[in-house]
């Protein structure tokens, strides 16, 4: 479960609050977002994915908040680990990387938003085929 963001790494690019199937994030006016639904978090790791910043801490416990000591998360390595260890950066901007589809599909559309412009395929939809 979601447990920490750290705000001196966070450049409050949102992406976490965007990703976030469980929208456990609320966006701040100013600063980083903050964990505003942390007992709904799925532990998806999805958050933790998209955060270039490696300024999140999901605590692989997903049936209750995990108390962290954001020193100790800091010292440990720990952050941006999952991103790093599933190779979600390896092709990006070389070759198609099918795990980038599912930005897609967790990003809320925004009007406006560059990553929207991009075509998405259409979805067959079965009770209206034939």
Known sequence: MIAL????RCNACNLCVEVCPANVFEKAQVGPP????QIDCTTCFMCELYCRQDALYVAPDCESPTQVDAEAVLASGQLGRYRRDSGWDEWRGLYPNEQYLMERVFRRARAGDAADERPFPPVADPARAG
């Open 34 to 37: 903050t964990i505003a639904r």
């Open 5 to 8: 963001i750290v705000e001196q």
